[in-house]
C-alpha cells in the first residue's frame, strides 16, 4: 500500500467509470436525490471525468422508488453527463448491508468484463468537490483498489446547511476543507463510540479515532471502504460486505491499492439521523478489543490500522495533530502487540497489567496526590522495560474519572504507558468484595493477554524500586509475588512524604526510609496485630513483633498477591483475592514468591485514624483456633511459617534474633493447636459450620452489589441469605446448648 500520489499530480485515465449506488425506501431516496447525488455532480466530481461518453452511473433500487428517481431534478441532470441505469432489486434483506454488497457484487463482475472502474456511491453519503479528479488521477497512476474512511454526521443539522450555503447550479459544491469543518460541527452521537478517548463508555474497535480540537479528526481503521476498484476476473469472490474481504480476494498488489490517508484529497461523510444507533461492545478495554479483532478483523485489516488518517479543516499541523498522532500511535502498537500475545503467548518480556480500583472523593485524591506519583518514581513505571506492551487500568466512576483525567499525575502517567479507564456500574457495600471483582475480572484479562495483573491498591505509599523487583521475579518464573503491606496513619505520614520526597514529576521514597517512617506514624490497627503487647484484642490474621524502632517481624496468614501471571484458568477465586485467588490459579510452590524482606519491596497503607477494622479474637489460644478453623485453609498455614521482615536498619542482632525465635514458637503452638483441635470431631463440624457461614455471607455481599432487576439476582440473594440465616441459628442453638 502506498502514500498518496500527490494531490497536485497529473495523470489522467481514460478507463472508463461505473458509477454504482444501491438504493431503496424513501428515507434513503430522498438523501440520495436531495444531498448525495448533487455533491457528486459538483465540478470536481462527476463533470471532471474526461470520458463521460463511455462511463455509466447504474441505480439499484425497488419499482416505486425508481419513479421517484427519475421525475427528479438531480436525475435529470445526472441523464444529461452520463448514462443512467436503473437496475430493479428483486427482493431487500433484513440486512441492507448484505444487499447492498450483493449489487455491489454484480456491478464487479461487469466491470471487470468492461474493464471499467467500479465507483460504490452510498446513497447518503456526501462527497467533497474534487474528490472524483483525485480518484481519476489515482487511477492514471495505475492505482487498482482506492480505500477510504467516512465519518458521520447529523442528518438534520448538516443538510440544511449543504443546501443553504453549497447549492448552485444544480449541485452543491463543498470543498472537503469545508465539508471537514461540517462534520467537526455536526458530529453523529455514533463517532463517539470510535473515540479512544472520549467520555463514551462504549466503544466500537473497528475505527480508532480522535478529535483534534475544532480541526478535525485522527483515525486508524481496521476496516476502509473500498471507495474505487479496477477489477481483474474472478474478483467477485468476496463472502462479506464489501468493507470486510472485497480487496483481500481482488487479488491486488500491494502497490496497486491506495489508502486515502489525508481529507484534502477524498472525503464523504455519512449523514444519519441523530436517532440511528449501531451495536457496540459494553465497556472499552484492550481485552474486548482483542477479542473482537480475533474474530473480525485478518491481516489485511491490521495493515489498514497501522496507517494514520486526517480528516481536517486546517493545516493538520501543530501540536495538537503531533500529539493526537503519537497518542495514536502508541495505542495502536499496544493493541497490535496484545493481539498478537494472544495468538503466540511466547514472549521474553511479561507485559503487565497494573489495576487499580479507585472510587469516591477521599480514595481518589489520595491516589492521584499519593499512590499515584510513589508509582512513577525511577524505579517503579518508568523502569519497566516493556512498557509499550503495558497496560494501566484503572477501574473507577464516570464522576472520579473526570477528576482523574484532569490530573497532572494521569497526565505523567499517559505519557509512559497505555491507560484504559473502567466504569465501574453498581458499587455494592463491600468494598474488599467490589475490589476483588475488578481485580478477577482484571486476572481474566490478563490470562487473555498472556499478560501479567499487578493488583495496587488506590491508599498507599509504594516504595521506589517495587516495580523493578516484580518484574525481575516474574522474569525469573515466578508467577504469584506475595506482599505483606503495613498500615499507617494518613493524617501524619503524608505530609512528610510529600515534603521531604517530592520531585518534580513523582514521589520517590527508599524503601528504608518509608520503613522510618511507617514506624513512626504507625496506624493503631497494627497494633491489634501484635502479639506481646498487654491489650487483650487480637486479630490473628497477622502476628507482629515490633523490633525496638528498627522494624516489624511478621508472620501472616493473607497476603496481598500484588502479581501474578496467570496461565489462562484458575482465575475464578470465590472471596478477596488476599483468600484464595493463588490457590484457584493452581500455581505450583517455586511458582510463588513470598517477599520476605521489605528491601525487596514495601508498601505503607495510608488510613485515617478513625479506620477501624472488626477484631474477632483475643489471645485465647482456643479462640484464635476457631478464628483459624473458619479462616484459613491448608495454604495459609503454610503462609504463616515465614517470616516476613520490614526494616530500616540491617535486620539483624540479637533483637531480631530473638523476635525471629518467639515468631516461630508462637506460630508453631498455633499450628500444633489447631492440628489437636482438627482431629475432634465436634471442633470439625463446627469449623465446617463457620466456613459455610463465611460463604455464605461472601455470597449475599456479592449478589447485594449486583442490580436486583432480573429474576436471577433476586433468587441468588434470597438463597445467599436463607443459607446464612439457617447458619447463624444452628450455631446460636448449640450455644444455647453449652450455656444449660
Known sequence: MTSPVGFGST???????????????????????????????????????????????????????EDVIRRSDAYARLSSLV????????????????????????????????????????????????????????????????????????????????????????????????????????????????????????????????????????????????????????????????????????????????????SNEFLCIEVSDRSKTVPVPPRKSRVEV???????????????????????????????????????RLVVENLLAAYERHTNPRQADVPLHLVTPVWGEKYTQTFLEVTLPTLLSPGNIPSVPNLADCVYRIYTTPADAKVIVAS???????????????????????????????????????????SAALF????????????????????????????????ALKESLVPQVVAGYSREDCICIPPRELVRLGIKHIHPIVESHTYDREEAPFHPSVICWKVKEEGFLLHAFHLHPVAIYPTGTGTDFRGTIDDDLVQAAGFSSDEVHIVTDSDELVWFEISSRDQIVPIPT???????????????????????????????????????????????????????????????????????????????????DLTRGQPSSTLEARVKHLVAVSILISLRTIRAISRWFRGR
Open 11 to 65: 495523470p489522467t485515465s481514460d478507463v472508463p467509470v461505473h458509477f454504482v449506488t444501491p438504493v431503496w425506501g424513501a428515507e434513503y431516496t430522498q438523501v440520495f436525490l436531495e444531498v448525495a447525488l448533487p455533491t457528486l455532480l459538483s465540478p470536481g466530481n462527476i463533470p471532471a471525468v474526461p470520458n463521460l461518453s463511455q462511463c455509466v452511473y447504474k441505480i439499484y433500487t425497488t419499482s416505486d422508488d
Open 83 to 262: 448514462a443512467v441505469e436503473i437496475a430493479r432489486i428483486a427482493r431487500v434483506d433484513e440486512n441492507s448491508y448484505l444487499t447492498s454488497s450483493d449489487c455491489y457484487r454484480e456491478s464487479v463482475i461487469t466491470a471487470s468484463r468492461a474493464r471499467a472502474v467500479v465507483f460504490t456511491a452510498l446513497p447518503d453519503v456526501v462527497f467533497a468537490d474534487g474528490g472524483l479528479a483525485s480518484i481519476v488521477r489515482l487511477v492514471g497512476a495505475n492505482k487498482r483498489a482506492i480505500l477510504v474512511m467516512g465519518l458521520r454526521a447529523v442528518k438534520e443539522a448538516l443538510v440544511p446547511d449543504l443546501r443553504i450555503r453549497f447549492a448552485r447550479d444544480g449541485c452543491i459544491s463543498v470543498s472537503s476543507r469545508e465539508l471537514a469543518r461540517l462534520v467537526t460541527r455536526y458530529p453523529h452521537p455514533i463517532n463517539e463510540s470510535h473515540l479512544y478517548d472520549g467520555d463514551s463508555p462504549a466503544f466500537h474497535p473497528s475505527v480508532l479515532g480522535w478529535k483534534v480540537g475544532d480541526e478535525g479528526f485522527l483515525l486508524h481503521s481496521f476496516h476502509l471502504h473500498p471507495i474505487a476498484l479496477r477489477p481483474r476476473a474472478g474478483a467477485a469472490n468476496f463472502t462479506g460486505t464489501i468493507d470486510d474481504d472485497l480487496v483481500q480476494t481482488s487479488g491486488f498488489r500491494d502497490s496497486e491499492i491506495h489508502v486515502v490517508t489525508d
Open 290 to 328: 482483542v477479542s473482537w479483532m480475533s474474530g473480525a478483523t485478518s491481516a489485511f485489516h491490521r495493515s489498514l490500522v497501522q496507517q494514520a488518517l486526517r480528516v481536517h479543516c486546517t493545516d493538520a499541523s501543530g501540536e495538537a495533530w503531533r500529539d493526537a498522532e503519537a497518542r495514536a
Open 408 to 450: 497532572a499525575a494521569y497526565a505523567r502517567l499517559r505519557a509512559l504507558v497505555q491507560v484504559d479507564i473502567v466504569y465501574l456500574r453498581g458499587l455494592g457495600e463491600n468494598k474488599y468484595l467490589t475490589s476483588s471483582e475488578c481485580y478477577r475480572v482484571a486476572a481474566r484479562d490478563a490470562a487473555f493477554e498472556h
Open 456 to 487: 495496587l491498591i488506590p491508599d498507599m505509599v509504594f516504595a521506589d524500586g517495587g516495580l523493578s523487583s516484580i518484574v525481575r521475579l516474574l522474569r525469573g518464573g515466578r508467577r504469584a509475588v506475595l506482599v505483606m503491606g503495613l498500615r
Open 618 to 700: 483475643n489471645k485465647s489460644l482456643g479462640q484464635i483456633v476457631g478464628w483459624m478453623g473458619g479462616a484459613t485453609s491448608r495454604y495459609h498455614r503454610e503462609l504463616v511459617l515465614t517470616p516476613i521482615r520490614v526494616h530500616s536498619g540491617e535486620p539483624s542482632g540479637p533483637p531480631w534474633v530473638k523476635a525471629e525465635k518467639r515468631g516461630q514458637d508462637v506460630v508453631k503452638s498455633f499450628l500444633s493447636a489447631y492440628v489437636r483441635a482438627d482431629t475432634a470431631p465436634v471442633a470439625r463440624l463446627k469449623r465446617w459450620v463457620r466456613r459455610l457461614e463465611q460463604r455464605a455471607l461472601t455470597r449475599v
